[in-house]
């Protein structure tokens, strides 16, 4: 089956104790993107990447790292999480980046950094 | 930053009516895309409209473009009790002359009463 797989589902952290939520997609699609989802704020990128070893900010990069490595992996990578990270993330990939094709989403983890 | 916006920002109606939501937007774009979420989950792609299209159907779903005013309205017919969910209209941002990216409205939530 086509899919964006997310890991974990949920989580909770303490403040400064690094975290990585991982991202995979078996569709061998060139673009992947993280998004935030906030009450009231919609959903707003983080990191997107074009393509392996191709990445660029998004409108909320502050806090967070990515890589793309291998193109089926995308990780969100959170050096010294705080509480202002705690939302709903969401990984998305699409064919290519000319926006021309739907995005597939993971189901999303969410976080709680207390 | 925000591109789309979705009117009106919730729905209500019963099982049998037509659920229409609207969609503006401030920039040329190259397509339109509507998607679902249901509850706390990813989201999931419906349809994509091009800017050289007026109007698309999917099933249920009839998805119009009217460039000219910069907006979209998403029709669903028919509702079900399982159409309730918030509905999103996303759009390409082309930054600087790199590639594109799809940023999100905020999203109508729709409740459809059995």
């Known amino acids: 089956e086509a899919q964006v797989t997310q890991n974990p589902r949920y989580l909770i952290t303490v403040t400064g104790k690094k975290l990585t939520v991982t991202c995979s997609q078996n569709m061998n699609h060139e673009y992947m993107s993280w998004y935030r989802q906030d009450p009231g704020l919609g959903l707003r990128q983080i990191y997107y990447s074009m393509n392996v070893e191709v990445t660029d900010k998004g409108d909320v990069p502050e806090g967070y790292k990515v890589s793309r490595k291998e193109k089926r992996n995308f990780p969100l990578i959170l050096e010294s999480p705080s509480p202002n990270q705690t939302s709903l993330y969401f990984c998305a990939s699409s064919l290519d980046g000319q926006v021309s094709y739907g995005y597939t989403f993971g189901s999303g983890t969410r976080l709680t950094v207390v | ?114």
Not at chain 2, 11 to 26: F, P, R, V
Not at chain 2, 57 to 85: E, F, Q, Y
């Open chain 2, 1 to 114: 930053s925000q591109q789309g916006e979705e009117d009106p920002q919730a729905l209500s109606i019963q099982e049998g009516e037509n659920a229409t939501m609207n969609c503006s937007y401030k920039t040329s774009i190259n397509n339109l895309q509507w998607y679902r979420q249901n509850s706390g989950r990813g989201l999931v792609h419906l349809i994509l409209i091009r800017s050289n299209e007026r109007e698309k159907h999917s099933g249920r779903l009839r998805v119009t473009l009217d460039t000219s005013k910069k907006s979209s309205s998403l029709l669903i017919t028919a509702s079900r009790a399982a159409d309730t969910a918030s509905y999103f209209c996303a759009t390409d941002r082309w930054d600087g002359g790199s590639q594109g990216n799809l940023i999100f409205g905020k999203g109508t939530k729709l409740s459809v009463k059995p």
